[in-house]
């Protein structure tokens, strides 16, 4: 398996002394030539059975292993959506439990705007593949505008809600509403009697009782309520100390309230946050961290490390205690929490492998669980794949979507994918001046090859490769390092694998008692000039399955 499928590889030697690359390269992909998908299922695993998120939580607890989840706002801005996203990449490969996205109505939370919350959360269960929480409040709107937007969460996959009242607009005061909501706990009524059981709902607990309640009896009284009404589990606000929390468990319990309950925990990251979320949420912060802060509050990389040494001291008095799961508040941020999860052990470090070949997971609860088909030439652009079939009528599964569709060859979502770009990185990795092809070819040959180039900077980012080169990728280094530096340009590959074990680290997939065989594969771009050469030589290999496109697609 070290070099391309011995088919394919005489083709490759047939024509490539005759080839010269077309220096007007499309801007997009074309896909010049693919061979047949050679992928097979050699265990032809049934769909997953779907496993809800309070199931998952019980079966932590029931095991007693630890575990966390993460809370994000939508930004302001579509960078700063696009940076949110790329946060979600990095913060999943250390698999929280869930992730959850606030809900804001001034924001226009329920629309298709990039920076709404129901499009963050589409992004981020859809195409980031993380078990999503959304956060929906209920004041002031109407039951059948409620109804609307529970749809449209239902519409694209989510199955996890964190039901609240929400706080009238600035300026205004709480009113109650006839036949309307004025409680969460009428949110949660409302969600059961229209979806039954289809969303696990949870809802907000408050260690030191809701600001607007007349005492702390009174509010877990109201917790109560929201439990009974239909709530899974609970997400406490933030707290400073141990025993607080603590204290609130065992009152919980003792008025009957069983399900589980989660503390929110915030990493003090700087000063006037600090100050600006306890005003929001009326808390008093304990004189030893104001004493504290008062010394560093003009030093932000000291507040840091305060801020973490704080979080991993409550978190390891809570687990001392029992507790199994913490929820983190990361104000869109991931250092701090990242450097705490390390600490505290868990952040996971294992690499999942793969279940099928290019998705690195599949969510039972994902709008396309039974798609076990794509095409091989998207095998790399695999959100890009995701995102212009989106409206297909039915999922690839043997059959293809309908070409008819209005999203079919669509980007309207794209950009948001990506990061904002770092035009001086681009220009250091792809070259910033253009003398002749062979400026082309090397930046091709250093992508595949891993070696720096001209210049000594690695080029980590190619606009057709999403995921970054796969494992399976270095058998075949040196043949595409080759062909790259001869003008031969490729953009997706794949070896031959001839009854490999499931479980190979290279090239395995899927559960670990089953092979795996797929045919080698290779896309490129060539010139126009040399089709006819390429048609000649592909004529003397019947057996190859090809296909050639040109930048009109024709």
């Known amino acids: 398996m070290s070099q391309i499928d011995t088919t394919i590889s005489p083709i490759i030697e047939n024509f490539q002394s005759k080839f010269m690359v077309d220096s007007n390269l499309p801007p997009t992909m074309p896909r010049n030539m693919s061979f047949h998908n050679g992928f097979s299922d050699p265990v032809s695993p049934a769909s997953p059975v779907y496993e809800s998120l309070i199931e998952k939580i019980n079966k932590k607890i029931e095991n007693k292993e630890t575990w966390f989840s993460l809370e994000f706002f939508p930004p302001k801005t579509v960078n700063g959506a696009s940076n949110l996203i790329s946060k979600f990449e990095f913060l999943g490969s250390g698999k929280p439990l869930f992730c959850d996205i606030t809900w804001h109505p001034a924001g226009d939370p329920a629309s298709d705007k990039p920076t709404s919350s129901m499009k963050i959360a589409n992004v981020m269960h859809n195409y980031c593949l993380l078990e999503t929480m959304l956060h929906i409040t209920c004041y002031g709107q109407t039951k059948e505008s409620m109804k609307q937007y529970l749809d449209k969460a239902k519409s694209i996959g989510i199955r996890n809600l964190l039901a609240l009242r929400g706080d009238p607009a600035v300026g205004t005061e709480w009113q109650y509403q006839e036949n309307g909501f004025n409680y969460a706990t009428d949110l949660v009524k409302f969600i059961r009697e229209n979806y039954g059981d289809y969303f696990v709902i949870c809802v907000a607990g408050y260690p030191h009782g809701h600001p607007d309640s007349n005492s702390y009896e009174e509010d877990l009284m109201h917790l109560k309520e929201k439990v009974d009404a239909g709530a899974d589990f609970i997400i406490t606000q933030l707290f400073f100390k141990a025993e607080t929390f603590l204290k609130y468990v065992d009152d919980c319990r003792r008025i009957g309230i069983a399900c589980p309950i989660i503390p929110g925990i915030l990493p003090i990251q700087s000063y006037d946050s600090l100050r600006h979320i306890c005003k929001l949420s009326k808390l008093e912060v304990p004189q030893n961290i104001v004493n504290a802060m008062e010394k560093i509050k003009g ?224 896309e490129f771009f060539i010139s126009k000039s040399f089709l006819p050469f390429l048609v000649q030589s592909l004529e003397k290999y019947p057996r190859v399955i090809y296909h050639i496109i040109n930048r009109s697609v024709r």
């Not at 001291?313 to 029992?322: P, V």
């Not at 941020?333 to 505290?344: Q, W, Y």
């Open 299 to 522: 030093n932000d990389e000291a507040i840091r490390i305060y801020g973490i040494e704080q979080a991993v001291k409550l978190c390891k008095d809570l687990m001392q205690a029992g507790v199994l799961g913490v929820h983190f508040y990361t104000l869109n941020r991931d250092v701090a929490v990242t450097e705490i999860l390390r600490i505290l052990e868990l952040w996971n470090k294992d690499t999942e492998p793969r279940r099928l070949p290019w998705k690195s997971k599949q969510l039972c609860s994902y709008s396309r669980p039974d798609e076990d088909v794509r095409p091989i030439f998207w095998s790399i652009r695999p959100k890009s794949y995701v995102c212009r079939t989106s409206d297909w009528d039915q999922f690839p599964n043997g059959r293809w979507g309908n070409s008819s569709a209005p999203s079919f060859g669509d980007l309207k979502d794209y950009h948001i994918f990506y990061s904002k770009i770092n035009t001086k990185d681009c220009l250091a990795q792809w070259g910033s001046e253009l003398n002749d092809e062979t400026d082309v070819w090397n930046v091709f040959a250093s992508f595949v090859s891993g070696r720096p180039n001209k210049n000594g900077v690695k080029i980590t980012s190619f606009p057709w490769c999403e995921e970054g080169l796969a494992s399976e990728t270095s058998l075949l280094t040196d043949e595409l390092e080759r062909l790259n530096t001869q003008g031969i340009l490729t953009i997706n590959s794949q070896p031959s694998v001839n009854g490999a074990p499931s479980s190979d680290p290279v090239v395995g997939w899927g559960s670990s008692d089953g092979y795996v065989y797929q045919k080698a594969y290779l």
